[in-house]
């Protein structure tokens, strides 16, 4: 009986063994293939060199074919024709900086919907534009915001990470924008600019907004809020203005707006009409 015992015990233990070692070459082979996935992503990273000018819709049809995941110049999107640029999707980064200019059919730009990593962004004169949906990853510009003259943008939706930019955010000749509800993580900037927006009716969105970075230029205004004429309501830039009130001072514009406070009424309360 001892020896029988023995004999399956023995078995038993060869039978576990084996169960140990296919379970560590299962695992060590899952190691293997993570390990060869990461390093296919590495590799796989597809750089184009220089600056990138889409100006025409067979140049943006052969760019799109070569699935680039980052360009370390510029990236300018202009003229073009085409209804949205989904073609980018591969794209996480851009080293200098994005211009989309004058395409006239574009209604999103969903298509920088991986980019997570650019150092400025013009929007200028797309008048199919309606939000900006897809620049959802984008939390740092270390240059400028420019959105301006983009005739039916009705939000800034899309911008809802961005926590600071170091120069400019300018909000200009956008008629059909209400508020800058979108902007609500935005924390410090250079330069403000909210320029002839005429349905803007409050600054909603700006109220996280503590800090004015940039220094006095002769040819930047550091703070401008004008010619907004239905603008009545200017609360939300409360804390903006008592902590860069000297910054804000005499050279910096609240004009022309459908209320005009003063950096003092703004501080009292007196900041709606």
Not at 29 to 47: F, G, P
């Amino acid at each position: 009986m001892e020896t029988a015992v023995n004999k399956t015990q023995n078995t038993i233990m060869k039978i576990n063994l084996s169960i140990v070692k296919k379970l560590f070459t299962t695992a060590l082979l899952l190691l293997l293939s993570w390990s060869c996935t990461d390093n296919n992503d590495i590799t796989n990273e597809h750089i184009f060199e220089g600056d990138v000018i889409l100006d025409t819709n067979e140049k943006y049809h052969e760019f799109i074919e070569n699935n680039y995941t980052r360009i370390t110049g510029n990236l300018r999107i202009n003229n073009l024709t085409v209804l949205n640029i989904d073609g980018l999707k591969q794209l996480h980064k851009v080293d200098k900086k994005i211009e989309i200019r004058n395409n006239i059919n574009l209604r999103n730009i969903n298509g920088f919907k991986n980019l997570n990593s650019v150092t400025g962004i013009d929007i200028i004169e797309n008048k199919s534009l309606v939000n900006l949906e897809g620049l959802e990853k984008v939390k740092y510009l270390e240059h400028s915001l420019f959105i301006q003259s983009n005739e039916n943008l009705t939000s800034l939706k899309g911008l809802d990470n961005l926590r600071s930019i170091d120069f400019i955010l300018s909000v200009l000749g956008n008629p059909k924008i209400t508020n800058l509800e979108n902007l609500m993580k935005l924390s410090s900037v250079g330069y403000l600019q909210i320029i002839r927006n005429q349905n803007l009716y409050n600054l909603n969105g700006l109220s996280n907004l503590k800090k004015l970075t940039g220094i006095k230029q002769s040819h930047v205004v550091i703070f401008s809020i004008q010619d907004n004429t239905n603008l009545v309501d200017l609360c939300a830039i409360t804390s903006l203005v008592k902590n860069n009130f000297e910054k804000i001072g005499a050279d910096s514009l609240i004009w022309n707006n459908a209320f005009n406070p003063s950096r003092q009424e703004i501080i009292d309360g007196n900041c709606s009409q």
